[in-house]
């Protein structure tokens, strides 16, 4: 059975419960036996072998585990191996001519490299590394955008067992200063430049400046992408040069141990600093690739695209290593989903027949919003299932997502994990759960979760609170396997756990919706309403393409609630505004109608799409509206702050 095979699908219905997969889907699915979950149970921890025996190990490991009960935690234990083997050599023998990566790049610019082609680039550059004193104790930082010599960077430091450092290509000088000089790295590989919605970036630009910050000496080499004959001074290398100069050489993988590191990547932390994330080279690649596998149902045949950047976890995990690791086609876009007009996806996804498309919710609002016109005029039949990753994806914009992208048909899987989990902990998986729109699922077999609510008591179903993940997990970061962070134990219990802080409620069969960090919470005269309850309440209302909701200080309900929203072409401001007051009137109760609605063309999102509340709340509350560095669109808050009236 194909897709298009089933009798019986209809047209999609928001409000429904649950969704079956559909027949065609689960015949195909690498994960279909519901019995996976209770099997993963009743072995844990040794269930999670099936993850480890996915990788080739240079040396075996000897038990699964070990330090049950807590800290230190070491997953499979004794064991060695090389990611980049893992991704590239083995394949060889079955796929060296076959597409790994895919790549397009700024109008109509692409390239294709086989396993072979891959494979021959990472070994050329590995060997250019090496010849340049790079060993084990080094960090590299990698400061390119979405080329495909970022994976060849990553899998090179990999083989030579060597941590990377990716940071995001269009963050600045000073964050790129600040991360090198926390991970005390003396190697820094970017480029001249590149194009970004048909302009020039200057990276090296930022690069140079951030070099000059850095205390200790900083060892350049540069991507030429401008073709401007960039001056290079005293301690830089050009790319291209190095990799003709080490054309043909091999460089043998070198293994490591299952919990050394394979990179470090920073986050947002709760103190304003950037927070260091290590991953393992052994539980981490288990972990991604094993949900790569079930979650996002990849095959080697698969072209396969996630269109996060690679800057950020998701690009780690599921456009590098899961999909490589699994031996399938990975497709690389350098470029945004809007430019040079508003169907430059699905032109992608057509052009390249993608099987499994990978994305945020936030790109799937910008789509509604841009009308499905856009995805309508391409073929996008070779689609096999639909995923979402990053924040609350609500039950409108996932019947959107299925309908429009899906043709009513794929499977959407919606995704939880965080930077610090590595891989996925929560979703359906696709060939065997029902899903339900608004609800990401049940956390994945071999992952313990529950909900602890306000008195930090576990709830055991039909409720609401804070997420707490009770057991470990192969893809844990150094700090929870080492026990030197986050985990925190409680005085009342024994056990270990981990703390995502976000919140969210569960329904009566285990799914868990996620509402939001926990300090998302608005307390309206002593009445605690979540953003993502109110958001979704809001961006449901016919002709709303996205909303943002968040409290604002008030002198009678200590807080009140502002919401901004965007509106669909063609919809009367006032018409709408009296349908958003109905709607949460209706949903939720007069207590949580808005002080004020503020419609806006666009909401303040970081690079990696997410919503930025704290701007909107500063906004709302007058106030000075401090760093908007991590904004990729700040224009937008003038007009937000002149359009939001206060008294
Ligand atoms: C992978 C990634 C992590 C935070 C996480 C949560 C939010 C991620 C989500 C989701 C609702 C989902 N988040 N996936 N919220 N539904 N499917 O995004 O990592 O950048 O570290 O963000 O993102 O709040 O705690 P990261």
Redesign the pocket.
């Known amino acids: 059975m194909t897709r298009g095979d089933e009798s019986d699908r209809g047209q999609s219905q928001t409000g429904r419960e649950t969704v079956e997969p559909p027949d065609w889907f689960v015949e195909q699915a690498n994960v279909t036996d519901p019995a996976v979950y209770d099997r993963f149970e009743q072995e844990w921890p040794d269930c999670w072998r099936e993850a480890a025996e996915l990788l080739d190990w240079a040396e075996p490991f000897e038990t699964v585990l070990r330090g049950t009960d807590g800290p230190p935690f070491e997953w499979f234990s004794g064991g060695r191996l090389n990611a980049a083997y893992n991704c590239l050599d083995r394949h060889l023998p079955e796929r060296k001519n076959q597409l790994a990566l895919v790549w397009e790049g700024h109008l109509g610019e692409s390239r294709t490299y086989t396993y072979l082609e891959l494979y021959r680039e990472v070994n050329a550059f590995a060997a250019a590394l090496r010849d340049r004193g790079v060993g084990t104790d080094d960090v590299v930082t990698l400061y390119l955008p979405m080329v495909p010599e970022l994976p060849v960077a990553m899998l090179a430091c990999a083989r030579l067992g060597v941590p990377h450092n990716v940071v995001f290509a269009g963050f600045s000088a000073d964050a790129l200063a600040t991360r090198m000089e926390r991970a005390e790295s003396e190697y820094l590989i970017t480029c001249d430049g590149y194009y970004r919605r048909g302009s020039a970036v200057a990276q090296k630009n930022k690069a140079d400046n951030a070099r000059i910050a850095v205390d200790h000496d900083v060892s350049v080499v540069v991507l030429d992408r401008l073709g401007r004959d960039v001056h290079l001074g005293d301690d830089y290398d050009d790319y291209h040069d190095l990799l003709a100069a080490h054309e043909g050489a091999e460089v043998e993988p070198v293994s490591r141990a299952a919990d050394d590191p394979l990179f470090r990547i920073y986050?947002s932390g709760t103190t304003g600093q950037p927070k260091a994330v290590t991953h393992t080279t052994g539980g981490y690649l288990a972990h991604v690739a094993w949900t790569a596998q079930s979650v996002l149902d990849i095959k080697p045949e698969d072209t396969y695209w996630c269109s996060a950047d690679i800057g950020?976890?998701?690009g780690h995990s599921y456009i590098v290593y899961g999909p490589l690791a699994l031996g399938t086609t990975t497709v690389l876009y350098n470029g945004t989903a809007d430019h040079p007009n508003k169907d430059q996806l699905w032109k992608l996804i057509e052009k390249y027949a993608v099987d499994v498309f990978y994305t945020a919710p936030t790109a799937v609002r910008a789509f509604m919003k841009w009308g499905e016109e856009y995805p309508a005029k391409h073929d996008l039949s070779s689609l096999r299932l639909l995923g979402?990753?990053?924040?609350?994806?609500d039950a409108s914009a996932w019947e959107w997502y299925r309908e429009h992208i899906g043709g009513g048909e794929c499977p959407v899987v919606?995704?939880?994990?965080?930077?610090?989990t590595g891989a996925v902990l929560v979703s359906t998986l696709p060939g065997v759960d029902e899903m339900k729109p608004g609800a990401?699922g049940t956390p994945l077999p071999g992952i313990e979760a529950s909900v602890v609510d306000l008195s930090g008591v576990v709830a055991e179903s039909d409720t609401a609170g804070e997420l707490v993940v009770t057991r470990p997990w192969p893809g844990m970061p150094r700090a929870l396997l080492d026990g030197t962070g986050w985990g925190s134990v409680p005085d009342n219990a024994k056990e270990w756990r981990y703390y995502?802080?976000?919140s969210v409620s569960v329904d009566d069969n285990g799914y868990i919706t996620?509402l939001?960090?926990i300090d998302d919470a608005i307390n309206v005269a002593g009445r605690r309403f979540s953003t993502k309850e109110l958001e979704s309440t809001v961006a449901g209302v016919t002709g709303v393409a996205e909303a943002a909701v968040v409290g604002a200080d008030d002198e009678t309900t200590g807080t009140a609630v502002y919401a901004f929203a965007s509106p669909e072409d063609g919809y009367a401001e006032s018409e709408l505004r009296a349908a958003i007051e109905d709607a949460i009137v209706n949903a939720i109760g007069g207590i949580a109608r808005p002080k004020e609605i503020v419609f806006t063309p666009d909401l303040p999102k970081t690079r990696?799409g997410k919503v930025m509340r704290r701007l909107l709340t500063a906004v709302a509350n007058d106030d000075e509206l401090g760093d908007t560095s991590a904004l990729r669109n700040p224009e937008i808050l003038g007009e937000i702050q002149s359009t939001t009236r206060r008294e």
């Open positions: 986050t950020w976890i998701t979402t990753v990053g924040e609350p994806m919606d995704t939880w994990w965080q930077t610090e990401a995502p802080e976000d996620f939001g960090r990696s």
